[in-house]
């Protein structure tokens, strides 16, 4: 049973496919049937050399912490046009899960206002609109099952992911851009929790 604090699962199917195993409403996150009290800090791995992963780790777990967040920074594992390689991104959820940490996972695609271009490879601004919207899906296509198969219902330790989609999109309101952006991250699998880091701007533009 969920904890005190939880609301009952029913009615929540539609907006969580397991919602006894990772959902959030009102009064709590919910993981695993109880709730769950989420302390974390950012770590963005790929700005580390692996070999101090597990430091870093054990310094948030020393601290009180129970998750980390990471922003998956789309030019880092597709500088050139080509299929990406998400080996480095997979070591460093396996390392969050037998350290015993939560993780929580920006998507972007705009990663952050510190990264060139926000973090977009640079060879997809120079594409036509039709042809960045698709090097975009099939990036997404690439990133998304795999987060897919390291979320909480399939026993791993991603429990939300985040969305943050382009300030340009494409002549889309940001609305509903983030619309759009949902409605891929259900279709690849992911049941959990989605949230977004930009939720103002989402509103002013609906």
């Known amino acids: 049973e969920a904890g005190e604090g939880a609301t009952s699962a029913s009615g929540l199917a539609p907006l969580f496919a397991a919602p006894d195993i990772d959902r959030f409403d009102e009064k709590a996150f919910v993981l695993n049937r109880s709730d769950a009290l989420l302390l974390g800090g950012e770590t963005e791995y790929w700005q580390l050399p692996e070999a101090a992963w597990q430091q870093r780790l054990n310094l948030l777990k020393a601290a009180g912490m129970n998750l980390v967040g990471i922003t998956v920074q789309w030019s880092r594992y597709q500088p050139l046009r080509q299929p990406p390689d998400l080996g480095e991104l997979r070591r460093f959820l396996d390392l969050c899960k037998s350290s015993g940490l939560w993780a929580q996972v920006n998507i972007g695609p705009f990663a952050s206002e510190r990264l060139p271009a926000g973090g977009v490879p640079g060879w997809t601004l120079a594409l036509p609109a039709q042809e960045r919207d698709q090097a ?19 026993g791993g330790p991603v429990v939300s992911v985040i969305e943050r989609p ?25 049941s959990g929790p989605v949230l977004t880091a930009n939720a103002p701007a989402a509103r002013a533009g609906a």
């Open 136 to 154: 975009l899906r099939d990036w997404l296509q690439a990133l998304l099952p795999v987060l897919s198969e390291y979320q909480v219902t399939k």
């Open 166 to 190: 382009l300030p340009d999109a494409g002549g889309l309101t940001a609305a509903r851009s983030l619309e759009q952006l949902f409605t891929t991250i259900r279709a690849s699998g992911i």
